[in-house]
Every structure is written in structure tokens, then in C-alpha cells.
């Protein structure tokens, strides 16, 4: 199945340049493109892409506020954030916002292809290493609101949901947990599944930043 996506970037040579890099591949189709954050929700809505690669600042309507009305209107669309350094203060409200992961406008094509990839399956998240050091600074900002549900919540996980989503958070992909566990993958996406519907999130960033407002997963 081909991955649809819009690009939103105000800099015409960065959604162009990746426009060629991403229609070269046999999976990828840009379907759009937006100058800002108010355009890019409303060609998302007319577009209906599977992931919009969104750059955070943006007149208008930045890159953060888009990606909350995106991820409110409960759409299919997962966001991919683009950012020049990958410890941008403001990668951290995206992802509160509900951004599926974060990009390096550097990356090279195999890896802006396959991370459009990763994020269209929600298999994994985006570069764990760097994704996870995200959330422990995030998570020890204290004057940022917490929009996760409340840390109450996971009793209504079983021990071995719990286990599961406590690896998530670790950044561990679901083969690489299905190994630790010593279980089948497709009993992991199971799990993964029936974790996200128990606590009412989006995908596995969301589960992610969870396990740590929960205080599941220490930060460090």
C-alpha cells in the first residue's frame, strides 16, 4: 500500500527537495504540500494523508498548534515532526501535542523514507534513542501541563501490559520485546493494541510519554 503524505515547510527548497526524495521511492506518494500550520491542517483535512512531515515553526499557525488540531480532528494522518536540531525545546510540546516522532531535516533519503515508513506503521518509535531522551527531559519539565491521562489509569492494565508497556518506553521495537519476553510478535502487537485502547492513546510515542508521566519508566 503506498504511504500518502503532505509536507508542510515554509522554505519552498525543503518541501521540494523532499518531495523528490520521497516520490523516488515505490511506497511514497506526496500528495500535497503546505506553507504553514493553518494550510496544513486544512489540507489535511482535504487530503486525508497517512503522514504529514510538519516543521515546527511556521507562520501563521506554527508547526505545534497544527499538530493539535491534526491529532484532535482524530483523523488517520500521524505526524512526523522536521527540526534542525534534535534537542529542539520545542520537539518536546510537539510530541505532547501528539506528534508519532521527530526527523532531522540532515536526514539522508533512506532515512527520511524510513522513518515515514516507521511512523505510517506505528511499529516503533522514531530514532529511539534520540526519542526516548525526549521524553526524560520532557518529562521532568515541571510547569508543563500533563496531557496524558491520569497515572491512575494503568490499574486497568494487566502485569504482563504493564511489563509491555514499560519496554515501549525504553524504546524497544516489538520484536525486540517479543525476544526479551520470550513470546510470539504478533502476542506483542496484542498487547501493544489493547494497551493503547485501555488508556485511550494514539500510538506508541503517546504510550511512551505515559509510562513516563506515570512514573512507570524513570527518567534517566
Known amino acids: 500500500m503506498t504511504i500518502r503524505v503532505l509536507i508542510a515547510d515554509d522554505q519552498m527548497m525543503v518541501r521540494e ?9 515505490p511506497d511514497i506518494e506526496v500528495v500535497g504540500e503546505a506553507v504553514n500550520g493553518r494550510e496544513a491542517v486544512e489540507r489535511v483535512r482535504e487530503l486525508a494523508p497517512d503522514v504529514v512531515l510538519m516543521d515546527i515553526r511556521m507562520p501563521e499557525l506554527n508547526g ?16 512526523l515532526v522536521l527540526t534542525t ?21 540532515d536526514a539522508s533519503a533512506r532515512q527520511l523514507a524510513d522513518g515515514v515508513r516507521v511512523v505510517a506503521a506505528g511499529e516503533a518509535l522514531l530514532a529511539p534513542s534520540v526519542t526516548k531522551r525526549l521524553i ?6 515541571s510547569d508543563t501541563p500533563r496531557l496524558m491521562p491520569s497515572a491512575q489509569a494503568y490499574g486497568d492494565l494487566t502485569d ?21 519476553l520470550v513470546v510470539a510478535e504478533s502476542t506483542i502487537k496484542t498487547h ?13 510515542t503517546q ?9 512507570l519508566v524513570t527518567p534517566g
Open 85 to 105: 536540531f534534535d534537542l529542539d525545546e520545542y520537539v518536546y510540546q510537539a510530541l505532547r501535542a501528539g506528534a508519532s516522532g521527530f526527523l532531522l531535516k
Open 160 to 180: 504482563r501490559e504493564t511489563e509491555v508497556l514499560v519496554l515501549i518506553a525504553q524504546g524497544l521495537s516489538n520484536a525486540e520485546i517479543a525476544e526479551r
Open 64 to 79: 505545534i498548534e497544527a499538530t493539535r488540531e491534526i491529532v484532535a480532528a482524530d483523523g488517520a494522518a500521524k505526524v
Open 136 to 141: 526524560t527531559e520532557f518529562s521532568k519539565l
Open 192 to 204: 501493544v493494541s489493547r494497551i493503547l485502547v485501555k488508556l485511550g492513546l494514539r500510538d506508541r
Open 17 to 25: 527537495g523532499f518531495s523528490v526524495l520521497l516520490n523516488a521511492m
Open 207 to 215: 504510550a511512551a510519554v505515559f509510562a513516563y508521566e506515570a512514573r
